[in-house]
């Protein structure tokens, strides 16, 4: 079976990096530790090892019980694994909430300014003055020492523990709905409730994302189990794609991120 005709043409290469990964802990007996994975990468790895292989196994964990971005230990089977092999360090930094308003995107634009990979961060808290990031342990240092400002407020850092960690479960608004087609445009439009004309707009302007890639062709079609996002609008997911009707149209079960 060609294991590629899964998957999208654009994750083939995550894919072998995965294989390759895989062959290498089979091989020399010594485990992988990843960088940051987003879910949809956690997902591809889940379905190429799977939770009962019997010659290797692989753990993630992020810095805390729903965090998004988790790094992954690929392992052989008896090998016992714990959240301290994952070398994560979790920085924070508190700010006037009063005097200045920082989001998750302000943060974030600061961290990559220092010319550190988006592979090397984990989740970001931002609120009620309080800022902590999960990052790899070995550049907390230096993430302390060079990041001092993020937009007008000065920046001092500390680390703290882990378990330490402010991370709030998702909140996800199911709805079934039934739709022309399973274009990006046509799903979009009814998540949001815009027009077609809308959604085709928030494409071609770059500002929609399917699994954490940019996504400009309003013909894109959707899988089951895809992520989107819309600038300034928020998260959803295409949970499940249910049948047709008689009319040849498509019913689906999505779902909106609340919190």
Known sequence: MDIYQHFRKEEHEFIDQVLSWKEQVERSFQTKLTDFL?????QIIEMLIGKSHDEVQFQ?????????????????????????DFNLAVVQATYHEKFISLTHRDV????????????????????????????D???ATYVMMNLTAIKRASIKWEEVPTNTFIN???????????VS????????????HISRKEAQGYIEKGLVKVNYRLVEDSKFILREGD????????????????????????RITTALLQI
């Open 38 to 42: 987003d879910p949809r990468e956690q």
């Open 60 to 84: 993630l964990f992020g810095g805390g019980n729903y965090t998004e971005r988790k790094r992954a230990i690929i392992a052989q089977f008896y090998e016992e694994i714990s959240d301290i």
């Open 108 to 135: 974030l634009g600061a961290f990559l300014s220092l010319g550190i990979q988006r592979k090397k961060m984990g989740d970001i808290f931002v609120g009620d003055g309080i800022i902590q990031i999960v990052v």
């Open 137 to 139: 342990k070995d550049i």
């Open 168 to 178: 709030k479960e998702s909140v996800w608004a199911f709805s079934d709905k039934v």
């Open 181 to 192: 087609s399973l274009r990006l445009d046509t799903i979009i439009r009814e998540i949001y």
């Open 227 to 250: 992520l989107i996002s819309l600038r300034g609008k928020g998260r959803s997911k295409l949970i499940s794609i249910n049948g047709q009707t008689k009319k040849e149209k498509t």
